[in-house]
Structure formats: C-alpha cells, structure tokens
C-alpha cells in the first residue's frame, strides 16, 4: 500500500518530523548520509542496480581482466608454438 494511501499517515508523519527535529542537532555529514541511504532504499530495483553498479562502468576496471585475459592467452600461445619448436 503506498503511504498517500495509508490510514497511519498522521503516524508516520510525526515520526518524520521528530526525526527532523534530531537531524537538527546532528553533524551534517551524518544528516546527508542518512538522507542518501533513505533515497537509495526507496528506488525501484533496476535504479538500485543502477547505482550500486556505477563503480564497475569505468574503462579501467574492465581493461584489468580483459588484460589478464589476454595475457594468458599469449601465454598459452607461446607455450604451444615453443613446444611445436622444440619437437
């Protein structure tokens, strides 16, 4: 049920203003933090996968394993053409 819905409005209303009461006497680093985990627990799930994978969308994070794999690559390579030479 969505809260504009809800029949305990008045409640949960009360409970957010005494929460912004508290957030008057607390560093505002915590404030926007709290603020930020709120927002995050609230949106729909592909915009949560969204964030939480936007770390992984940079080039140098792909670039590491597609490196390590090519290398090993190489590797093998290497080793088949060495043996085929020393046979």
Request: charged share 25%; aromatic share 12%.
């Amino acid at each position: 049920m969505l809260l504009k819905d809800s029949p305990n409005i008045q409640e949960i209303r009360e409970k957010y203003d005494q929460l912004w009461g508290k957030f008057q006497d607390v560093n505002e680093l915590k404030v926007r933090k709290a603020i930020e985990k709120a927002s995050f627990e609230i949106l729909p799930i592909k915009e949560k996968f969204s964030v939480a994978t936007r770390p992984f969308r940079t080039h140098l994070i792909w670039l590491i394993p597609l490196c390590v794999i090519i290398f090993m690559i190489l590797i093998y390579i290497l080793f088949v053409w060495v043996a085929l030479i020393v046979e």
